[in-house]
């Protein structure tokens, strides 16, 4: 006989994709069970920067101060610094992750929540041990071997690596967050554009204290151009910071065509003082690893009752640092819509919308990161190192920068042009916050008749707030005497929320009667004095982009489902139709 275990969800995979599905899940009151091949979680750093997008995730999932607790804090991220070795000459800094003081504004304006950075070591048992304290069944050491689906339900075929045993997991819905190199991904069939392994890249982690070298410009990346740093790799070589500043990362490239090289100890110590800048430097290689850059990304994130997020699905370099925080994100995607229809509020044609909204996310990530890897060739071109013949060539280069001539005035221009695109790796406010579910494409996401406002500035660097029909919720103050509260704060995981002010109060009436009628938790929420909340700054009334008896639907995941420009004559039918759209009920 074959031992069957029931869940209604498996996940297959603990990373920052799959204990975060795993956290909303439970959060939600649905019962799961997390496998994932391993003993433990992540052994290496990985991932570390967290966008505001994510942080605001873990806000509303109650963990963000826990996150905070363990992260390098916003003002130690930002002072990055491109150079010829930390302890050598500097080619110029960039105020990143919105640490210049004028971006800083834009970033505080657009979230109750700054970018920090935690390593996945730390972020993963977090994830995970929230997970299970709220619900999760976590299964270590349980490798997912394959599954076979029918009308009702997915029979997962697993293997515990412990014992040796294998046994079936008999779940309503799968979920398959194993990464890049995700086999349930494989065996649903995925469709992907784009390739795997266009370049090597090796990473060192090593401890040495470099407090003197970096405390004064503190960043969490060093880049270091020298010979060989644009082979392979993310586009120069990289010292990260792990902990400040003994705890470090390197990425250095290698030639793929050449096969993977063998690293040892010694080699490793010669990158890392090379790179430091210091031949005599005190460090302790405490691992290598080799890894290959990936440029791709699946049209299609399931099938059936079989769903894939995070590497699973966009595979890419770790530029703009995007890789964990769009895994985050997939699963709170996904997350409330699985609930809502084992819960029995939403028809199964609400899970087709987690391609529809997140298919496009998955290929804007992966050509974003892919062409900040590519775009570090023009700092190399700006100062002449693309064509130089050998390393001695290649210093002379560097040299010609400092020259008081007209080629010199002329290279300074370049570098300082090539810095500046660099933004759209380090700064790119519009793609961490801007992402957007088309009306046209998701039927959980209803137009108002008007068309998506176009950008006054570049999308890609700043982030417009706005509550067209498929954006984030915009993020202003609100609360009163006592209370300071984000908007976001207002609209909970669990349920819709609808957001009026004082002329628009019928729409709160009309709120308890749909959600009464659909079985649906709808919240109002009036905005204005002496309701609920109020406007603290006046900046919501600016920000609702409707009158002020207008109202917005707030989703579950904080995008905005639909809203209404002015009070309508029944509002109860209007909100009982636009919810049974988003939800499939019709
Ligand atoms: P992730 O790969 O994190 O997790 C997959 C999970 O599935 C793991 O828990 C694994 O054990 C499990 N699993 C796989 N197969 C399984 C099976 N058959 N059965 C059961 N469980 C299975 N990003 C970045 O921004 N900066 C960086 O510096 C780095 N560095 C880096 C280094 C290395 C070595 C790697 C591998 C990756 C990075 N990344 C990175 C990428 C970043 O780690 C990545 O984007 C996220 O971890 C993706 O999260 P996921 O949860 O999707 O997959």
């Known amino acids: 006989t074959t031992t069957v275990i029931e869940t209604d969800v498996l996940i297959v995979g603990s990373g920052p994709a799959g204990a975060s599905a795993a956290l909303f899940l439970s959060t939600l009151g649905v019962r799961n069970t997390m496998i994932t091949k391993y003993r433990w979680t992540a052994n290496t750093p990985r991932a570390h920067i967290t966008n505001q997008r994510t942080m605001e995730i873990f806000r509303d999932l109650g963990i963000e101060d826990r996150v905070l607790a363990d992260a390098t804090p916003h003002h130690l991220m930002g002072d990055t610094v491109f150079c010829t070795a930390i302890a050598g000459e500097e080619i110029g800094r960039i105020l990143t992750w919105g640490t210049h003081p004028a971006r800083r504004a834009d970033y505080e304006l657009a979230s109750p929540s700054l970018p920090c950075d935690i390593p996945q070591t730390y972020l993963e048992p977090t994830l995970v041990r929230a997970a299970t304290v709220r619900g999760t069944q976590t299964r270590f050491s349980t490798e997912y071997l394959g599954h076979t689906q029918d009308d009702e339900g997915v029979n997962v075929r697993v293997l515990d690596r412990f014992s040796g045993t294998e046994y079936t997991i008999r779940a309503r819905y799968l979920i398959g967050a194993d990464g890049a190199r995700s086999q349930v991904a494989a065996d649903i069939g995925l469709p992907y554009e784009g390739r795997m392994d266009i370049a090597g ?88 690893s080799l890894w290959g850059n990936n440029e791709q990304y699946a049209t299609n994130l399931q099938h059936g009752r079989v769903f894939c997020a995070g590497d699973a699905v966009h595979k890419h370099p770790p530029s703009n640092g995007l890789g964990s925080n769009t895994s985050v994100q997939d699963s709170y995607n996904l997350a409330w819509k699985i609930a809502a229809v084992l819960q029995g509020r939403a028809g199964p044609g609400l899970l087709d919308t987690y391609t529809a909204e997140r298919a496009p996310v998955a290929r804007q990530i992966v050509v974003r990161a892919n062409t900040s890897a590519r775009e570090f060739g023009a700092l190399f071109t700006a100062l002449g190192l693309d064509t130089a013949a050998d390393a001695e060539q290649m210093r002379a280069r560097l040299e010609e920068r400092k020259d008081d001539t007209p080629e010199g005035a002329a290279k300074r221009a370049a570098v300082r042009a090539a810095m500046a695109l660099k933004n759209y790796e380090f700064n790119a406010h519009g793609v961490e916050l801007g992402q957007y579910y088309d009306p046209a494409v998701s039927s959980a996401v209803v137009g108002d008749g008007t068309s998506r406002r176009a950008p006054t500035r570049d999308p890609e660097l700043y982030y417009e707030p706005s509550t067209d029909p498929g954006v984030r919720l915009p993020h202003a103050w609100v609360g009163d005497g006592m209370r300071k509260l984000s908007t976001h704060d207002l609209a909970g995981y669990d349920g819709f929320t609808l957001l009026t002010g004082v002329t628009g109060e019928p729409w709160a009436a009309a709120a308890h009667k749909a959600a009464e009628a659909l079985g649906v938790p709808v919240e109002p929420v009036v905005i204005g004095p002496g309701r609920a909340v109020t406007d603290l700054y006046f900046d919501w009334a600016e ?44």
């Open 201 to 288: 890249s090796m990473n060192i982690t090593f401890k040495a204290d470099l407090s003197q070298l970096c405390g004064h410009r503190p960043s969490v990346l060093y880049w270091v151009i020298r010979p060989g740093a644009d082979v392979g790799g993310i586009g120069a070589g990289l010292v990260r910071m792990v902990r400040p500043w003994n705890e470090w990362l390197i990425v250095w490239g290698y030639d793929i065509e050449q096969g993977p090289p063998e690293v040892t100890d010694e080699d490793a110590v010669r990158i890392v003082r090379e790179l430091v800048g210091d031949p005599e430097l005190d460090v302790e290689i405490t691992g290598v």
């Open 543 to 586: 920000l609702c982009g409707v009158a002020e008896d207008g109202a917005v639907l707030v989703r579950p995941d904080k995008h905005v489902g639909w809203r209404s420009h002015r009070l309508v004559d029944d509002p109860e039918r209007e909100l009982v139709a636009v919810l049974s759209r988003i939800l499939d009920r019709t």
